[in-house]
């Protein structure tokens, strides 16, 4: 079975944490990074195994080989980062409170 090539979008705390969890996992791979410093991503994918770094959350997106993405952000930011990632074609989110905001922000994705 192909292993799912799973990217963390923030390296904070909450991505350190799914990094731990993703190496603990079978089926899912810890292949990309993103963060807004390029150094901090690249510091977070040498510590915790990552195959890729991107200094900006649109160039990890833009990498085709992602299979999902995680947003290991505060709460805040979720919303405009599940955006982009809904518009580039994936994203989970354990936010509920993005599904109330989602509701008429996600209808202007799809026209």
């Given amino acids: 079975m192909k292993k799912l090539r799973m990217a963390i979008m923030g390296a904070g705390?909450?991505?350190s944490?799914?990094?731990r969890t993703i190496a603990e996992m079978e089926n899912v791979e810890r292949y990309a990074i993103g963060s807004r410093s390029l150094e901090k991503a690249e510091?977070?994918?040498?510590?915790?195994g990552f195959a890729r770094a991107y200094g900006s959350?649109?160039?990890l997106v833009r990498d085709e080989n992602v299979d999902l993405v995680y947003i290991?952000?505060?709460?805040?930011?979720h919303f405009e980062n599940a955006?982009?990632?809904i518009a580039h074609g994936y994203v989970i989110s354990q936010v509920p409170?993005?599904?109330r905001r989602c509701a008429?922000?996600?209808?202007r994705l799809s026209a």
Wanted: proline share 3%; hydrophobic share 35%; with cysteine.
């Fill in 13 to 15: 705390g909450i991505a």
């Fill in 17 to 19: 944490c799914m990094a």
């Fill in 43 to 48: 510091a977070f994918s040498s510590e915790y």
């Fill in 57 to 59: 959350y649109e160039e």
């Fill in 72 to 77: 290991a952000m505060p709460h805040s930011e």
């Fill in 83 to 85: 955006k982009l990632c």
């Fill in 97 to 99: 409170r993005l599904r």
């Fill in 104 to 107: 008429f922000g996600c209808g």
